[in-house]
């Protein structure tokens, strides 16, 4: 069916409905009916995500509740119907709706139903699954996309992102549900006094909060610091803010300011560009008010926290913004150095192969086991379920440059409240040794050698945009260059073709991974990665450069942007 097609079956459906006028919007210009209606949701690296709107390609009550039949039907067929759902949603628009559709479909399909009633953070879903045993989760997020976005995270029975087998299968059951518009779906009182739907009280919460602090090396240690530090705290609108100021409070951290502006839901987002912490203008305003205060440390969590951004002072007072491999290297750092003495030997980290290979040398230097993986926490879930089941293996600490990270596996998703209290406690630990926090940054680099890193990422909306990212990944598969830039590319690595192709000899040698379209450079003097990104219309690429010597390793990273962004600029053309 063509997209003007497509549109006439749901105008046919719509019309005389409460929903014919938004239906309308989509009609008012040929760019949008297109992408409405052109192809249906896809699940990518973390579920179905999207703008708000009437169509097949957008977050409507009509693809959550046809996603949510996919899902009851693989439960049925596959899973434990009988183990029920957890739902959360966070502050976005729409998503406490979505999730209430979400229920009414499973508890239509004799599913049960355990769901929260105010927004929740995507940690504490992860949690409340492996709590409740449950046999699957749904988080109503779009995580940090922009404002028009709402997103649909499915979750296994291991508290991680529903695993690739079970997304392939959802997606082959969304593409046999004919009729869209008349998905069953029972009323939530009615589901209710059957006793389908159970919504989750504050007992949970609790449960969680202690098991945060419990994470906690040196207690102690905040309890005779943390007055000392004066800490700001902008939840960006989003669900944050609850746990991360109740954590941080039982643990004796009370000069906590929270944003004004940024404390309250608000799906609109008023504030930020984007909720996002990796970007910089997400923090304009905490730097306003740390400033005010004097503070000396800034934490931020995107509206499903389960992103943590951070930014400290350096040496001339300014704040320095963080990147994701800073935090997650500081973090894994602290967290291996103050366990090393109760090491058995079989302890294992993992990051994605994405992210800094500055964890390889810290995992090296504790004598930890290293596990790589693609990009997705599911990943991540999967190395702990994997140490689970084979009795190999101890997990210690997770983290994905994109501002992730767990040390506590009764979460099995990227954790921000578990990494605001232990950025709080290093800086505690360390101002306890007259240290500041970017002087144990620094510490690191002169230990470990300066990886200096960037992302550098393009947007491409639309049909046309996804077929120029997948087109510029193409175009560089077919033919390798042999340099980028002024950098000599030594091997490169097709997690496609899952080989390493070397350029010397010509010799390609297999790579022992699952297919995914990631393109490795492995440069003179640093690496360039690239691959179309799973969350969102963009085009991602990994820029890195290392050496001893500071200066060197900023100068390559600056020649290697530069060279990027024209390769990436001649690509997408
Ligand atoms: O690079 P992308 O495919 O957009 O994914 C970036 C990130 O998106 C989400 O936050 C996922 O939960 C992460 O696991 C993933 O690393």
Redesign the pocket.
């Known amino acids: 069916m063509t997209y003007q097609e497509t549109y006439q079956v749901w105008k046919d459906a719509l019309t005389g409905t409460e929903y014919e006028a938004e239906l309308a919007l989509t009609a008012k210009s040929t760019e949008t009916l297109q992408d409405s209606f052109y192809k249906e949701m896809e699940f990518?690296?973390?579920g179905m995500r999207g703008i708000i709107g009437m169509g097949t390609n957008r977050m409507n009550i009509f693809t959550v509740k046809r996603a949510t039949q996919a899902l009851a039907n693989n439960i049925l067929a596959h899973g434990d119907p009988t183990a029920g759902v957890a739902i959360a949603y966070d502050t976005r628009k729409n998503s406490d709706l979505f999730a209430r559709e979400t229920a009414g479909v499973l508890c239509a399909n004799g599913i049960s139903v355990f769901m929260y009633d105010t927004p929740h953070s995507v940690p504490q879903l992860s949690f409340t699954i492996l709590e409740l045993k449950t046999t699957a989760g749904v988080v109503i997020t779009a995580?940090?996309n922009p404002p028009e976005y709402n997103g649909y995270k499915v979750y296994g029975d291991d508290g991680g992102?529903c695993p690739v087998a079970d997304s392939d299968r959802i997606t082959q059951y969304i593409s046999q549900i004919d009729d869209i518009f008349h998905i069953e779906s029972m009323p939530l009182d009615e589901a209710e006094r059957k006793g389908l739907l159970t919504y989750i009280g504050k007992d949970l919460d609790e449960i969680y909060f202690k098991k945060v602090e419990a994470l906690c090396i040196h207690p102690e240690i905040i309890k005779q610091q943390a007055d000392k530090l004066n800490i700001i705290y902008t939840p960006l609108h989003g669900t944050g803010n609850i746990p991360v100021r109740r954590v941080l409070k039982d643990l004796g951290v009370d000069n906590l300011h929270v944003v004004p502006g940024q404390e309250h839901p608000d799906p609109a987002f008023p504030t930020v560009k984007a909720p996002n912490p990796e970007e910089r203008q997400c923090f304009d305003l905490a730097i306003e008010l740390a400033n005010q205060k004097d503070a000396n440390l800034i934490l931020a969590t995107d509206p499903d926290s389960?992103?943590l951004g951070v930014a400290i002072r350096n040496t001339e007072h300014e704040f320095v913004i963080l990147t994701g491999n800073q935090i997650g290297c500081l973090l894994m750092d602290y967290v291996l150095s103050q366990k090393q003495k109760t090491f058995s030997g079989d302890e294992f980290v993992v990051k994605?192969i994405v992210t800094s290979d500055m964890v390889d040398v810290i995992a090296k230097h504790y004598g930890v086991e290293l596990r790589s993986v693609f990009?997705?926490?599911?990943f991540i879930a999967e190395q702990i379920k994997l140490s689970e089941r084979t009795g190999k293996g101890k997990f210690i600490f997770g983290f994905?440059e994109?501002y992730?990270y767990l040390q506590g596996a009764f979460v099995r998703?990227?954790d921000a409240v578990q990494a605001a209290m232990m950025i709080a406690e290093a800086a505690c630990w360390y101002h306890s040794l007259g240290r500041t926090l970017y002087e144990a940054l620094i510490d690191i680099y002169e230990k470990y050698g300066w990886f200096e890193e960037l992302v550098v990422s393009k947007t491409l909306y639309g049909k046309e945009g996804i077929e120029k990212i997948q087109n510029a990944v193409r175009l560089l598969r077919d033919k390798y260059p042999e340099k980028i830039g002024d950098f000599h590319v030594i091997a490169v690595r097709d997690y496609l073709k899952q080989e390493r192709f070397d350029m010397s000899t010509g010799k390609a040698e297999p790579i022992d991974m699952e297919q995914s379209n990631v393109l490795y450079f492995e440069l003179d003097g640093g690496r360039f990665i690239i691959?179309p990104?799973?969350?969102?219309p963009?085009l991602?690429s990994y820029l890195s450069a290392f050496s001893m010597d500071r200066q060197q390793a900023e100068y390559q990273l600056d020649q290697l942007k530069v060279s990027a962004v024209n390769l990436i600029d001649k690509l997408t053309e």
Do not use: C, P
Not at 533 to 536: C, F, M, W
């Open positions: 990518g690296t973390a995580s940090h992102q389960d992103r994605s990009t997705g926490f599911k994905e994109s992730g998703d990227k691959r990104s799973g969350t969102e963009k991602k």
